[in-house]
């Protein structure tokens, strides 16, 4: 009971999260958009309650309508991301020991530099965007479930029950989905939750440094750049939206260790 606890309550959170942000993208009354001069820098009150940025637009709106940027998106990738690894794993562990060399040596070269950089690079040549970084992230990141799956699919299929499987005729694509796959998905669901964090904080770093999401885009990072200059007369700008990424952070990292605890 303990071990499952590990995991419902950090889920829960971020279902109450998330209920919050829809409520809040249906209902709210400001643009996120819309300038306002006469409202700028203003403090968290009754009106606004996370308080207005330097062109009077309404924090709590612009952090409602970014989330999906922030979260969903990436969330996309990453699920791209682990679908193409886990395909790639699979095949490399599966389909003869040439295929594996081939794929064993794409990914090692793509291992051989790390990934912020990686996605640094492509953002660079694609030029910046929200979308640029997003693909480039999913063309890096990719390789870490292929070769986690693939470790563990040699592994796995030099086990007992995929010997008898295999004396019965079961081969190919029907080996992968009866027993392969089966066997690596709660692996693959510990390591995406746990990327979740780290994809995260990657994309909104490349949006403070001018790479991610452009303005007015509503990206968390953005709005982090967009109070770093008024950090000091108006620190709710920045620090709002810093506190926000940190809690989702965080509620994955928990959720990705609960998994891995209950198991």
């Known amino acids: 009971m303990m071990k499952k606890a590990a995991w419902i309550l950090p889920i829960t959170c971020f279902i109450l999260l998330i209920f919050v942000i829809i409520i809040g993208i ?27 940025d330097h062109l009077g637009r309404d924090i709590l709106t612009r952090l409602v309508i970014g989330a999906p940027y922030t979260l969903l998106f990436p969330a996309i990738v990453l699920i791209l991301s682990s679908i193409l690894g886990t395909f790639f794993g699979l095949i490399s562990s599966l389909w003869g020991r040439k295929i594996d060399t081939i794929m064993t040596a794409i990914m090692d070269s793509f291992s051989s530099i790390p990934n912020l950089l990686f996605v640094v690079a492509i953002t660079g040549i694609l030029g910046p965007g929200l979308v640029n970084t997003l693909v480039a992230v999913l063309i890096s990141w990719w390789v870490q479930y292929a070769r986690i ?5 040699v592994v796995i299929r030099n086990q007992p029950f995929i010997l008898a499987a295999q004396l019965s005729g079961t081969f190919g ?38 790479l991610g999401a452009q303005p007015p885009l509503p990206e968390w990072g953005g709005m982090i750049l967009d109070g770093k200059s008024y950090f000091q007369i108006a620190p709710w700008i920045t620090l709002i939206p810093a506190s926000c990424i940190t809690i989702f952070v965080m509620l994955f990292y928990f959720i990705g260790k609960g998994l891995k605890v209950s198991d």
Do not use: C
Not at 33 to 52: D, R
Not at 178 to 207: A, C, Q, V, Y
């Open 173 to 210: 694509i029907k080996l992968i989905y009866r027993h392969l796959l089966p066997n690596t998905l709660p692996l693959i669901r510990e390591l995406f939750f746990l990327d979740m964090g780290t994809i995260i904080l990657m994309i909104s770093s490349l949006s403070f440094l001018g």
């Open 26 to 52: 249906l209902f709210t009354p400001y643009n996120p958009y819309e300038v306002n001069a006469s409202e700028k820098l203003q403090p968290p009150n009754s009106l606004h309650w996370f308080g207005t």
């Open 149 to 153: 799956v693939r470790n563990v699919s």
